[in-house]
């Protein structure tokens, strides 16, 4: 059973920078897809960026590429989203996932996901 646990978030103001984090416990976490996932009230939730098990390919949504970047630390078990120039809009919860078919394809639906973590709230002022 993998468990992930997302860190980082919190309130900025517009223009603004985070940095959020996932540490997963998987003893395999290099052979795993990752994403980064957001939901805002009233909304469904949403792939922001995805990277396959090595790195060398990601995926991100329309509206945050070339303001945010995914990365990772497969000696650490981490994942990272870099949040820069951030909108009121960006403003939700965020979750990190894990699929653990070992390919180097990145994934980007909800259903090609099997593990979550609990999510961590952004908040973006204007």
């Known amino acids: 059973q993998v468990q992930l646990v997302e860190s980082g978030g919190g309130l900025v103001q517009a223009g603004g920078s985070l940095r959020l984090s996932c540490a997963s416990s998987?003893?395999?976490?290099?052979?795993?897809?990752m994403g980064w996932f957001r939901q805002a009230p009233g909304k469904e939730r949403e792939v922001v960026a995805s990277?396959?098990?090595?790195?060398?390919?990601?995926y991100y949504l329309d509206s945050v590429k070339g303001r945010f970047s995914i990365s990772r630390d497969n000696a650490k078990n981490m994942v990272f989203l870099q949040l820069n120039s951030l909108k009121p809009e960006d403003a939700a919860v965020y979750y990190c996932?894990?699929?653990?078919?070992?390919?180097?394809?990145?994934?980007?639906?909800?259903?090609?996901?099997?593990?979550w973590g609990q999510g961590t709230q952004v908040t973006v002022s204007s």
């Open positions: 998987g003893r395999t976490f290099s052979s795993y897809t």
């Open positions: 990277i396959s098990r090595s790195g060398r390919n990601t």
């Open positions: 996932a894990a699929d653990l078919r070992a390919s180097e394809a990145v994934l980007t639906t909800i259903r090609s996901y099997d593990y």
